[in-house]
């Protein structure tokens, strides 16, 4: 059976608990949060021993074989292009329809803990290479960390035999104990369904947040389902961008329902490899690096949502400046996002909001009752955009071997 239907039986099966096990049971609520928070620990448990030896292996790789400049300008050139496009997207969306206005509550703002631009970045590398195994969130350290590994290990090839063997030993066991969790994380789907169908139902039967859900989904679509395959076919003159669309519903469903970069990740690293055929010296640094910076669904989020609070408190158009100043704010923030896996958006929102000031510090708090949902779009966007992006970059540097449909997991 294929991995995402296996994904999609689990994600019904949660749904239909989630919409049938009573809410306003304290006892139900704390079963069912505290199993949803351990399959994502569990479904992410190599996430780190797998980034460490796949990136040194993989940079090893690419620098013997004099691609590694070629690889890093492709892949920063999609993380940036896929941002802009998604983000721009975001903002003509939002420009073209007007949302109705979310009624103001009163809620304390010191109820978010606070959180500034310079702390954001900040965490992306921590004091400490031990702060980086906290929660599995900060990938960037062990990234660097791998990536000098396997560079060190080009200077002297014959000395480093021994090391670069142990290390492609262990990225190859440490992929297969990643695919053994992934398998049963299909299980583990119908508890982290259930918990964001117990924490979405209240807004998605509201209605006050419906036409926003309807606006994410729209974008949604546009652009997983009609930009990127479009993307395929003229830059990389492919004939058949469905079979990465294709390679994308397993992916997209996990980011979606968990709402966790780092466990799309580890999905992503799977069908990159073995359904898209691209090569593991190219998608162990790109879906990574995807994971860390490609936040562009993030991006476009937080622009969405910024000008319905905007809006909401007042009636008054926006200004040109005010345009751009959105567009380049949510644009920026989405490559300081790394070290947080979930909730990305609303600490980006958050951050918008206190930037901006004039009377809206606090307005990100009209949206935290919907955060589960706008969180849960902008994840599963990133997922598409690494599948994506990945494959393109595989594509431009010749480390990929088509699969037929027939054999994608």
């Known amino acids: 059976m294929k991995l995402w239907i296996k994904y999609v039986i689990g994600i019904v099966l949660g749904i239909i608990a989630g919409l049938i096990l009573p809410t306003d049971s304290p006892a139900v609520n704390a079963i069912i949060t505290n199993v949803s928070e351990f399959v994502i620990r569990f479904g992410r448990y190599t996430l780190l021993p797998l980034l460490v030896f796949g990136v040194s292996s993989a940079v090893f790789k690419l620098r013997s074989q004099k691609i590694i400049g070629k690889a890093s300008l492709w892949t920063v050139a999609v993380i940036v292009g896929s941002s802009l496009l ?67 290990c080009n200077t002297d090839e014959v000395a480093s035999k021994p090391v670069i063997t142990f290390v492609q030993s262990a990225a190859k066991l440490f992929y297969s104990i990643m695919s053994f969790f992934i398998e049963w994380l299909s299980v583990g789907m119908i508890a982290v369904a259930a918990f964001w169908m117990m924490n979405a139902k209240g807004v998605l039967f509201g209605g006050t947040f419906l036409p926003l859900t309807l606006l994410l989904l729209a974008d949604f679509i546009l652009i997983v389902v009609v930009i990127y395959p479009a993307i395929l076919y003229f830059l990389c003159k492919d004939h058949r961008p469905w079979h990465v669309l294709y390679a994308t519903i397993c992916p997209a469903l996990a980011a979606f329902f968990s709402g966790d970069s780092n466990l799309a990740l580890q999905v992503n690293l799977r069908h990159g490899h073995e359904s898209l055929g691209v090569h593991s010296r190219i998608s162990n640094v790109t879906f990574p690096l995807f994971s860390i910076f490609g936040r562009g669904g993030a991006a476009l989020v937080t622009t969405i949502c910024f000008v319905v609070i905007l809006r909401s408190y007042s009636p008054l158009g926006l200004k040109i400046f005010d345009v751009v100043w959105i567009f380049a704010m949510s644009f920026g923030l989405s490559f300081a996002l790394g070290a947080i896996p979930a909730g990305a958006p609303f600490v980006a929102l958050t951050v918008l909001c206190t930037v901006y000031s004039r009377g809206f510090d606090a307005g990100y708090l009209l949206l935290r009752p919907a955060a589960p949902i706008f969180c849960s779009f902008a994840a599963a966007i990133d997922a598409a955009s690494a599948v994506f992006g990945s494959y393109i970059v595989g594509v431009k540097t010749q480390c990929i071997q088509h699969t037929d449909l027939k054999h994608y997991i």
């Open 86 to 152: 998604v983000s721009a997207i975001g903002l003509l969306s939002i420009l073209c329809v007007t949302l109705p206005r979310i009624p103001i509550t009163v809620e304390k703002a010191a109820e978010i803990s606070s959180i500034d631009i310079k702390s954001l970045i900040m965490q992306l590398l921590p004091y400490s290479s031990f702060d980086s195994l906290k929660d599995g969130a900060y990938l960037l350290p062990a990234f660097i960390f791998a990536g000098f590994a396997g560079g060190g």
